[in-house]
Antibody
Framework: EVQLVESGGGLIQPGGSLRLSCAASGFTVSTNYMNWVRQAPGKGLEWVSVIHVGGSTYYTDSVNGRFTISRDNSKNTLFLQMNSLRADDTAVYYC????????????????WGRGTLVTVSS | DIQMTQSPSTLSASVGDRVTITCRASQNIGNWLAWYQQKPGKAPRLLIYEASSLESGVPSRFSGSGSGTEFTLTISSLQPDDFATYFCQQYKSNSLTFGGGTKVEIK
């Protein structure tokens, strides 16, 4: 079955760090453009980061310098290392596959996980 | 960033109703627009891409239209499985942005 399963969320104090994982099955993470998207409680969706097939990475301004996207090809898993966490980082974090199939980035997402909740609070 | 504004934020409808959701972009995005359906606790699902192209496996009662700055998602005959929240997303800009969502509730 083609799916994405996120894990690693939880309650963390402001200033702390957390690493999210997204395990893929049924396709290969390294040959697709992979993204993280988040949704704060009661709010809309916000794109967070992308890792290109070639390894280039990009971030939304609010997390640039604090978050790092990466992948482990041997585990077929996507990661999001989150440092210096703030209250406004509280959200459900989804990993999502770009619909381009790896040859190019389309910019929209054809496969999403169910998300993992990150709560930043003292 | 390109701002995406959806309306209404909540919509009450009955099974069988024709439902229309609007998404407006703060600048011209051509046809670079996608629509998603989200149910509580579940992964979002791609419905429409390039403003009007139906994703494989999505029922034909869903359709999208528009270009430039104004777009619509239409459900021709609302089914019980369609009660959910719907989001639009622009991908004209590398800084991808989403609308605030429209919750379709049972009337």
């Amino acid at each position: 079955e083609v799916q994405l399963v996120e894990s690693g969320g939880g309650l963390i104090q402001p200033g702390g760090s957390l690493r999210l994982s997204c395990a893929a099955s049924g396709f290969t993470v390294s040959t697709n453009y992979m993204n993280w998207v988040r949704q704060a409680p009661g709010k809309g969706l916000e794109w967070v980061s992308v890792i290109h097939v070639g390894g280039s990475t990009y971030y939304t301004d609010s997390v640039n310098g604090r978050f790092t996207i990466s992948r482990d090809n041997s585990k077929n898993t996507l990661f999001l290392q989150m440092n210096s966490l703030r209250a406004d980082d509280t959200a459900v974090y989804y990993c999502a596959r770009d619909a381009g199939g790896g040859s190019t980035s389309q910019g929209y997402f054809d496969l999403w996980g169910r998300g993992t909740l990150v709560t930043v609070s003292s | 960033d390109i701002q995406m504004t959806q309306s209404p934020s909540t919509l009450s409808a009955s099974v069988g109703d024709r439902v229309t959701i609007t998404c407006r972009a703060s600048q011209n995005i051509g046809n670079w627009l996608a629509w998603y359906q989200q149910k509580p606790g579940k992964a979002p699902r791609l419905l429409i891409y390039e403003a009007s192209s139906l994703e494989s496996g999505v029922p034909s009662r869903f359709s999208g239209s528009g270009s430039g700055t104004e777009f619509t998602l239409t459900i021709s005959s609302l089914q019980p499985d369609d009660f959910a929240t719907y989001f639009c997303q622009q991908y004209k800009s590398n800084s991808l942005t989403f609308g605030g969502g429209t919750k379709v509730e049972i009337k």
